[in-house]
Nanobody, 115 residues
Framework: QVQLVESGGGLVQPGGSLRLSCAAS????????MSWYRQAPGKERELVARIIHTDDSTYYADSVKGRFTISRDNAKNTVYLQMNSLKPEDTAVYYC????????WGQGTQVTVSS
């Protein structure tokens, strides 16, 4: 069955870095568009980054452009989100999503940016 398991979240100081991982199982992630979303308390879930399976092109929200990088390791069937220069406003639960005709979501991982 399809599963997405996020990991790598935690508490980090402003200016720090984290790398989130999304381990996929039950399907080949390189055949689907894969995305990272986040949801802060009291706010709607928003798209952070996406990688397109056909040509590995990427999209980033303006708020993270230049600081975050989405990538994939096909051998590990895993998608990553490298987050640098983190800001307090990046605090949220981060979710991995598989696109396609049927979407799937992971359970989320908490990222807290605070001094």
């Amino acid at each position: 069955q399809v599963q997405l398991v996020e990991s790598g979240g935690g508490l980090v100081q402003p200016g720090g870095s984290l790398r989130l991982s999304c381990a996929a199982s039950g399907f080949t992630s390189s055949l689907y568009p894969m995305s990272w979303y986040r949801q802060a308390p009291g706010k709607e879930r928003e798209l952070v980054a996406r990688i397109i399976h056909t040509d590995d092109s990427t999209y980033y929200a303006d708020s993270v452009k230049g600081r975050f990088t989405i990538s994939r390791d096909n051998a590990k069937n895993t998608v990553y989100l490298q987050m640098n220069s983190l800001k307090p406003e990046d605090t949220a639960v981060y979710y991995c999503r598989r696109g396609g005709h049927v979407e799937y979501w992971g359970q989320g991982t908490q990222v807290t940016v605070s001094s």
